[in-house]
Each structure stands twice: as structure tokens, then as C-alpha cells.
């Protein structure tokens, strides 16, 4: 699935975020968390964010063949996904099997929490998928430790501030 993202000053979708559901033969259509923890951590999990990213892709190939639609999308990428040996290569493979999407149409997002488990290696990792020419954004930022200082140390070009972390920040002297 496909959630639009629009410019609401000029009414024009500008985007588009990648989400995964689940057909149930029994009970519809699942969102994430009814499937995901059970195979979090695992090979499986690698395996479905490799077929998401593919798809993405698929579906990027699609628009622009069909309709000329150029729209960037981001895809959510698990921590153990990200680090898992070979995301970059693997990542670099996929693009070239659609040469008339640009990888600038792709923004890989990333949990604060996942990102910070091991600042070092998840640097090096953003900078070796964004000489592929993808960006990244650092999502949900706030719910976890960090602080502008390990925004620094990772070369997103997005930080998605959590709802959580800003609340009532004009109303609220802490």
C-alpha cells in the first residue's frame, strides 16, 4: 500500500510512503503489528523488507511507464535489516534491476531506537546507501535517547520529530 504525501499548501501529492499489509485468507487485511514482531529479528523479516523495497521499486517502474509519474517514496527499513551484511549491495542490486527509477526516488526511514543501537556501523551504512543515491530519514525521533548530538553523527537527510517529543512544547515550560 501506498499513503500519499501532499503539499497541503499547493493540494499536490509530493510523495508517497510504502506500507505493508498482510492479505489474511481469514481476517482481512492485517497491519504491521499483527504480523511483524513474529518474525522481527529473524531471516524472514530480512527477506520481507528485501520484497518490500523490490516492490517499491516495481511499483516506482510501474507509475513512470503507465503515467509519467516521478514521486519519491519512502520505505521503512528495520534496524537488524539495515545491518544485516550486504543491505547496500543487496540495496544496489535491486536498483539496477529498474534503471529508469532514480535512486533519489527512494528514502530508506529508520527508527531512532534501531539507528542508535550502534551509531558507528549505521553511519557507515547510511553513507554507503547514500552513495547508491538514496536518502534516509531518521524517524520517530524523541522516543528514544538520542540527542541532536547523535543526529550529527548520522548523515540523514530527514529527521521526523515524534508528536510524543513536541506535544505541547509552546504550553509546557519543560
Not at 510504502?18 to 531471516?43: K, M, N, Y
Not at 527499513?77 to 529508469?100: D, K, M, V, W
Not at 515524534?162 to 505541547?168: E, N, W
Request: net charge negative; with cysteine.
Amino acid at each position: 500500500y501506498f499513503q500519499p504525501k501532499v503539499d497541503m499548501r499547493q493540494g499536490t501529492v509530493v510523495g508517497a510512503e510504502a506500507l505493508i499489509r498482510w492479505q489474511h485468507p481469514e481476517r482481512g487485511i492485517l497491519l504491521p503489528a499483527s504480523f511483524l514482531p513474529v518474525v522481527e529479528g529473524t531471516e524472514t523479516a530480512i527477506e520481507i523488507g528485501d520484497w518490500v523495497i523490490n516492490e517499491t521499486l516495481k511499483q516506482l517502474d510501474i507509475w513512470l511507464s503507465e503515467s509519467g509519474l516521478r514521486v519519491s517514496v519512502s520505505i521503512n527499513i528495520a534496524g537488524n535489516h539495515l545491518q544485516n551484511p550486504g543491505f547496500s549491495q543487496r540495496l544496489g542490486e535491486l536498483l539496477t534491476c529498474y534503471p529508469a527509477v532514480f535512486p533519489s526516488q527512494i528514502e530508506l526511514e529508520i527508527l531512532e531506537t534501531a539507528a542508535l543501537a550502534d551509531v558507528g556501523t549505521t553511519a557507515a551504512l547510511f553513507t554507503e546507501c547514500r552513495n547508491l543515491g538514496v536518502s534516509f530519514a531518521l524517524d520517530d525521533f524523541g522516543t528514544g535517547y538520542a540527542s541532536l548530538t547523535y543526529f550529527r553523527r548520522l548523515p540523514a537527510d530527514i529527521l521526523k520529530i515524534d508528536q510524543s517529543f513536541v506535544r505541547d512544547m509552546l504550553d509546557n515550560p519543560d
